[in-house]
């Protein structure tokens, strides 16, 4: 008899241990899909590129790009790319200094100012000291940003440029596995008007191009964001929103300076709206 309680008493305990599992991973999946679900918000700036538009212009405008961000409180702020347009300690010293204003994580990424034209392993050692990973990902609320550096695909360099694809390639299969909508930020474009238009400067080499694109569409991109161009750019890929826009320093199409806000509420295409610095020349 006790024999038959004791085992009775153990069936018990694993059926409770089965329910709590399952419930909690109820619980866990539920919280995983009401996440997905959950509005934010974040500001695309573009060219921060101090001494392209005049150094102490430059410098102004930046600042008050931070100050009407902090006013905005987004979730987080991107920098695609240029962050500095003549690498030197000064430069970097007050992109820095500037940077730390914000009141909450700015990711940077690198442009073809910060890394070279042509980069070579001391200028991406360079920027990898001072500025940080010139390659990397974040999580939030469901999405997956998937910071990248375009000028190794514009200008490749031996070994690290594979060993930048190998990366992308795995990070994003991971964040498809997770059921993550990804958006790609860099510096350059991949294309202008045309997926299938010729190399020029602005855009990046057309074999890679379509290589990342098939790429892009087969892991669920839902947005490419960069700069680089210093005027606004506009596209849809196979409903891929591709947005390089306005710069807080100096535009090509006399369109005013300042950046981008985008609204995250789940329903694609997403909305962004463009906010001018105040009280800022061109």
Not at 85 to 97: Q, V
Not at 186 to 213: I, M, T, W
Request: charged residues 25%; glycine residues 6%.
């Amino acid at each position: 008899m006790n024999n038959n309680i004791y085992v009775r008493k153990q069936i018990l305990k694993a059926v409770i241990v089965v329910f709590v599992s399952l419930f909690m991973l109820s619980c866990g999946l539920i919280s995983e899909l009401s996440t997905k679900k959950q509005k934010f918000t974040f500001v695309q700036i573009c060219d921060t590129q101090l001494g392209f538009g005049g150094y102490d212009h430059d410098i102004e405008s930046f600042k008050k790009a931070v100050e009407q961000v902090n006013a905005i409180n987004p979730d987080f702020v991107v920098i695609c790319g240029d962050l500095v347009n003549e690498i030197s300690e000064k430069s970097i010293a007050d992109f820095l200094k500037i940077k730390e204003g914000f009141n909450m994580p700015c990711y940077c990424v690198s442009g073809n100012h910060d890394v070279g034209n042509e980069p070579t392993p001391f200028l991406l050692k360079t920027y990898r000291e001072y500025i940080g990973k010139d390659y990397y990902s974040f999580r939030h609320k469901g999405y997956r940003f998937v910071i990248v550096n375009t000028q190794l695909w514009k200008s490749p360099l031996e070994a690290e440029t594979e060993k930048q694809d190998l990366w992308l390639e795995a990070t994003l299969k991971s964040a498809a596995k997770r059921k993550s909508r990804i958006f790609i930020v860099g510096h350059h474009p991949l294309f202008l008007s045309d997926p299938d238009e010729d190399n020029q400067y602005y855009n990046l080499p057309v074999d890679k191009r379509k290589e990342l694109l098939a790429m892009f569409e087969k892991y669920g991109v839902v947005g490419i964001l960069g700069g680089h161009t210093h005027k606004l750019y506009i596209n849809d890929y196979k409903g891929i929103q591709l947005v390089n826009a306005e710069t807080v320093s100096r535009n090509f199409d006399k369109r005013p300076l300042g950046f981008r806000v985008w609204h995250i509420d789940g329903e694609r295409p997403f909305k962004h709206e463009f906010i001018s610095l105040k009280n800022s020349k061109n």
